[in-house]
C-alpha cells in the first residue's frame, strides 16, 4: 500500500540551528500538507501546497519556517533558527487534487519529532 | 470561525466496554466530518467519515452519525479491544479557501484494559 514518506523520524537539535524535513507524498497526490502537531494537542495546519504552489500559508510563522515544492512531487519544511518552542511532531499529509476526492480525507506520514533544547 | 470540540481524556475502559467519545463543531457551511485515530508510535489515519447530514460513517466497528441540528458527530463502539487503545482526533473540513484543509480537536486518548 502506499505511503506518504517523511524523514527524518527524529531530530534533537539546539536552539538557533537550522532544521530540515522531507516528505515524499503518495504517487499521484498533488495536494501536500505540512501539520505541526505540539504534545497533547490535534494537528494545526503549516502550508498547504497544490502541485508546486502555495495554496495556505497564513499560519506559517514565516520569518523562521519555510516550504518548498519545487517540482511539485516531495517537499522540505525548513526551520531556520529553531526556537525552544517549536519542539513537536511535524506531519506531512498528501491527498488527491480538489474535486476528485472527498476534501479532508488525508493519508498522513508518520512524522517527524523535532525537539530543541 | 470554523472549530472542533471533542471530550477530555484519557478514556480508560475494559474490553468489550461500549465506547462514546463525544465531537461538536462550529462552522459554515456544510463541513464534512472526519475521525482520525493515532496508534503510538504511528501517524494519523482516516478512520470513518460522513459528507452531508444524517450521514453515518462506519468502519472497523466504530460509528458516526453527522448530526446538523446538534453539530455533533460522535464516535461510538459496541465492544472495545485492547487494539483499540490509540487517540481520536475529530476534525472537519475546511471548505473555505484552503479546500481540503482539516481542523481538528485535541484529541481523546482511549486505553482499553485486558
Known amino acids: 500500500e502506499a505511503e506518504v514518506a517523511q524523514s527524518p523520524r527524529y531530530k534533537i537539535t539546539e536552539k538557533s540551528q537550522a532544521v530540515a524535513f522531507w516528505c515524499d507524498p503518495i504517487s499521484g497526490h498533488a495536494t501536500l500538507y505540512w501539520y505541526r502537531q505540539i504534545l497533547g494537542q490535534g494537528p494545526e495546519l503549516l502550508v498547504q501546497?497544490?502541485?508546486?504552489?502555495?495554496?495556505?500559508d497564513s499560519q506559517l510563522p514565516k520569518d523562521r519556517f519555510s516550504a518548498e515544492r519545487l517540482k511539485g512531487v516531495d517537499s522540505t519544511l525548513k526551520i531556520q533558527p529553531a526556537e525552544l518552542g517549536d519542539s513537536a511532531m511535524y506531519l506531512c499529509?498528501?491527498?488527491?487534487?480538489?474535486?476528485?476526492?472527498?476534501?479532508?480525507?488525508?493519508?498522513f506520514g508518520e512524522g517527524s519529532r523535532l525537539t530543541v533544547l | 470561525g470554523n472549530s472542533v470540540t471533542q471530550m477530555e481524556g484519557p478514556v480508560t475502559l475494559s474490553e468489550e466496554a461500549f465506547l462514546t467519545i463525544n465531537c461538536t463543531y462550529t462552522a459554515t457551511g456544510y463541513p464534512s466530518l472526519f475521525w482520525y485515530v493515532q496508534y503510538p508510535g504511528e501517524g494519523l489515519q482516516l478512520l470513518l467519515k460522513a459528507t452531508k447530514a444524517d450521514d453515518k460513517g462506519s468502519n472497523k466497528g466504530f460509528e458516526a452519525t453527522y448530526r446538523k441540528e446538534t453539530t455533533s458527530f460522535h464516535l461510538e463502539k459496541g465492544s472495545v479491544q485492547v487494539s483499540d487503545s490509540a487517540v481520536y482526533f475529530c476534525a472537519l473540513s475546511d471548505r473555505g479557501g484552503s479546500q481540503g484543509n482539516l481542523i481538528f480537536g485535541k484529541g481523546t486518548k482511549l486505553s482499553v484494559k485486558p
Open positions: 499529509a498528501s491527498s488527491l487534487a480538489p474535486g476528485t476526492s472527498v476534501p479532508g480525507e488525508l493519508f
Open positions: 501546497f497544490q502541485d508546486e504552489s502555495v495554496v495556505d
